[in-house]
């Protein structure tokens, strides 16, 4: 029996993979923990609303972290995860871009595993898997575009949360599909890939293909790449960390093919400023990508509140990037430290927007 401490219990990732664990005679919940809303009807041994994450790790001490968290929050859990040799399902991107170098160190340190939840990340690992880093060529991360694909920057001025939130081929929470609609999102998930296939980021791309049936791809050095697809439902992705390396049955139809398009185009990055401002962050490396993370998570809380208009969360995190040092983290203070700092730049924008 595999024991899984599920954080985030509530949200979207979360209640897709009680149902995947329920489904599932060989795995169990240890665990249960959600930010705020109540765990009703959760069946877990130990369950807890807000509080200390790591505490109810220690005491739970599961097989299997799945964090999905939302934001910076779930910092703790993932180096918990790391640091003892757990196994880490991540969906909580944010935690890995924003510690990078440092949960690098103690995925080493611990000898555990991360397995990512994230679609194109789960879909890069299964084409990667068995392979010398030295056969890739390119990683292409793959993105539906939003609701906003298409349209010019001037379109975007007055856009609401209303129609932020209504992305085309994905159900997701709130900051999440805020992020796929700036593009930040795929921002985020260069930096993800980055840290966790070790490939430098002149070598990872981004690829708009609007029916997200092709998950992402891998090139390799001899001409040939392999992609993965599916239907866009994250049923898939977390019940493959869940049970890898066994590939559990989902209730998912097979893909017909007969029903397909698969078209691609380029990312347009005159309207879509956050996915060359991540790579900037990434490519600053040090205290950037946490600086970048917590901007974001600020523009995008004031955007859903009305704070701030839709162009106005590049503007913030733009200015907030420019304004920090990016130092390198030394320990999970200097992250605290550059994450805080960043919030407090960043509101500091959201203000005089
Ligand atoms: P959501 O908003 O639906 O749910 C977030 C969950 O985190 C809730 O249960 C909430 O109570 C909990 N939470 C928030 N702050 C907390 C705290 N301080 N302590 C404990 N719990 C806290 O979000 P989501 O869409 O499920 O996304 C979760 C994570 O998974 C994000 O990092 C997101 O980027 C990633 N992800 C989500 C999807 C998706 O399809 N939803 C896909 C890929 C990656
Ligand atoms: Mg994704």
């Known amino acids: 029996m595999k024991r899984v401490a599920l954080l985030g219990a509530t949200g979207s990732i979360g209640r897709q993979a009680i149902e995947i664990v329920e ?12 930010g705020s809303t109540p765990l009703d009807g959760v069946d877990a041994p130990l369950k807890q609303v807000g509080g200390d994450l790591v505490e109810l790790l220690e005491r739970a001490q599961p097989d299997v972290v799945l964090n999905a968290v939302v934001g910076f929050a779930g910092i703790h859990a993932t180096l918990w995860a790391l640091e003892r040799g757990v196994d880490l399902a991540l969906a909580n991107k944010e935690s890995l871009v924003a510690a990078g170098e440092l949960a690098l160190a103690a995925l080493e340190r611990g000898g555990g595993r991360i397995l990512p939840v994230d679609s194109e990340h789960s879909a890069l690992f299964q084409c990667l898997e068995g392979r010398e880093p030295d056969q890739v060529d390119t990683l292409v991360l793959t993105g539906s575009g939003g609701p906003f694909r298409g349209r010019s920057r001037d ?5 609401t949360a209303e129609q ?14 805020v992020d796929s609609a700036t593009l930040a999102n795929k921002g985020l998930e260069v930096i993800e890939a980055h840290f966790l296939f070790g490939i430098p980021y002149e070598r990872i791309e981004v690829a708009i293909q609007p029916t997200s ?15 993965h697809l599916g239907y866009p439902d994250m049923r898939v992705p977390i019940s493959y960390a869940l049970t890898y390396p066994e590939r559990a049955a ?4 097979p893909l017909d093919l007969t029903a397909l398009t698969l078209e691609f185009e380029a990312p347009d990055p005159e309207t879509f400023p956050m996915l060359a401002l991540a790579r900037e962050a990434g490519l600053r490396g040090g205290t950037a990508p946490c600086a970048f993370n917590a901007a974001n998570e600020v523009a995008v809380a004031a955007f859903l509140e009305g704070r701030l208009p839709f162009l106005g969360i590049p503007e913030v995190v733009g200015e907030t990037l420019a304004a920090v040092d990016g130092a390198p983290a030394r320990d999970l203070g200097d992250l605290l430290e550059a994450d805080r700092e960043a919030r407090s730049l960043a509101e500091r924008g959201v203000a005089i927007a």
């Open 213 to 227: 049936i092709v998950h992402s791809l891998v090139r390799f050095r001899d001409g040939a790449a392999l992609a």
């Open 23 to 34: 489904a599932h005679p060989g795995l169990e919940l240890c665990a249960a923990a959600s």
């Open 250 to 253: 989902t209730p998912l139809p």
């Open 155 to 159: 379109e975007l001025a007055d856009v």
């Open 164 to 177: 932020a939130l209504a992305h085309p081929t994905w159900r997701m929470g709130p900051k999440i599909t």
